[in-house]
């Protein structure tokens, strides 16, 4: 009797075991069920997306396409075929002016509608100083043009038109206030230097119209005595304030910590403006 005592309980335990396992089996067979649906569910949400993005897609080459052809005018309504195409061309740029706006705003160039087009300012400052103002006004049809400007003769305006005008404006406009804003920059420099050191000028400093070339003679005291040193400031890079080359040069018989003296401001003179070396 307690043999067959023994093999009913190996046999229950051989029951237990088996339907353990068999649960097991449908709770990982559920769980890879309820990960199938999931994934089922997802990919039917990416596959709307898709269908939904492809509709987006059309509607924008159709835009695209209509207002290539001139027949899309502000807004996106359609106009008809029969307006003239130069009309949704002008909205078109108006558009596209606007935006550049928005993005020189804070960088000191400002525009206003005029008559005939579109009327940029640029001001100019340096190291905080608030300086000139350059007008330019644009045609925007038939195509982008300029009409009247304030501009300096030194400041190359037709390069600069002629290689942007038409294709990036953005780059236009950049690029113009960087020259303008270099060129009022070493102005202002100069103008500093000459008013605050005059005494230790030895004549006046002189310079091109459009200051990337300031020639002048100044002294220092150096043992009880006076020296004169001469400089030449070149600035290669016409939107830099700070000269791409600096001479520093004395008399030959001065000695050799005039030299120095002279090597020193050379350095000093390209890497600080002129009017804060001194």
Known sequence: RGKMEEREVHSADGILG??????????EAAVKQEEQEQQQEKMARLQARVQELRLQRDELQAKVKLQQQGQLGEGGI?????????QAVLEWKIKSLKSLLE????????????KHGICFSISTAFEGTYLDSYHLELLIQPQVRIHHHSIPIFIPLEQLSKKYLQTNLRSFLALLSHHLNAYVGRRYQADQFQEHFAEQLEGSLQRNSLCNLLVFNYKVAREGKSFLLNARLLYRDPCSTLPSEAIVSC???ASAALAEVAAAHSALYRQIPLHRAF
Not at 22 to 27: F, G, K, S, T, V
Not at 78 to 85: A, I, T
Request: aromatic share 6%; no cysteine.
């Open 103 to 114: 993005i020189f705003y804070l960088t000191g160039i400002s525009a206003k509608r005029s």
């Open 251 to 253: 008399t030959a018989e």
């Open 78 to 86: 359609v106009l008809d075929p029969g307006q003239p195409r130069a």
């Open 18 to 27: 088996h339907l353990e396992a068999l649960e097991a089996e449908a709770q």
